[in-house]
């Protein structure tokens, strides 16, 4: 049932780039997960700045 699988150059460097790919795309997916959390801190911040603001006047 299990074949073993054959291994070619062009195998190895094919599997290489997938893999720089899919490193690539997870950095990418955890620096705008990490943005989007600094952003939504700054955005809760900068509300609440502006509703102690209007409640001042």
């Known amino acids: ?3 073993s699988l054959s291994v ?3 195998d190895v ?3 290489v780039l997938l893999y720089k790919k899919f ?3 997870r950095n990418l997916v955890e620096c705008v997960r990490r943005m989007t959390n600094i952003l939504a801190k ?3 911040t900068f509300k ?3 509703a102690d603001a209007n409640e001042s006047f």
């Open 48 to 50: 609440d700045k502006i």
């Open 42 to 44: 700054k955005a809760k």
């Open 13 to 15: 460097g094919e599997l």
């Open 23 to 25: 490193l690539v795309y």
């Open 1 to 3: 049932a299990s074949k």
């Open 8 to 10: 070619k150059d062009s």
